[in-house]
Nanobody, 116 residues
Framework: QVQLVESGGGLVQPGGSLRLSCAAS?????????MNWYRQAPGSERELVAS???????NYGDSVRGRFTISRDNAKNTVYLQMNSLKPEDTAVYYC?????????WGKGTLVTVSS
């Protein structure tokens, strides 16, 4: 059983930055096949934001490429999402997801609000 806990959300002005964290327990992040960040804005479907594999390969959604960076700290068993140049349309609940051989696990999410 993998447990994921997100943190780091909050209110930020347009153009600002935030770093989200996803702390994993029950498995090592470097052993998890893929870890993702998703987001869901009010009235919208959940959207894939970024992915990182256990080999360190990364991928990003078109709307965040060049502004967001996903990374992994194996020693802290944590995955991060560095978000720069934030826009109001980045406002959403951000979720961490882990794809493992035993199944798919989700965190409960952290709210990011981009507003002046």
């Amino acid at each position: 059983q993998v447990q994921l806990v997100e943190s780091g959300g909050g209110l930020v002005q347009p153009g600002g930055s935030l770093r989200l964290s996803c702390a994993a327990s029950g498995a090592s992040v470097n052993a998890i096949s893929v870890m993702n960040w998703y987001r869901q804005a009010p009235g919208s479907e959940r959207e894939l934001v970024a992915s990182i594999t256990n080999r360190g390969l990364t991928n990003y959604g078109d709307s965040v490429r060049g502004r967001f960076t996903i990374s992994r700290d194996n020693a802290k068993n944590t995955v991060y999402l560095q978000m720069n140049s934030l826009k109001p349309e980045d406002t959403a609940v951000y979720y961490c997801r882990a794809l493992t051989v035993s199944g798919v696990y989700w965190g409960k999410g952290t709210l990011v609000t981009v507003s002046s």
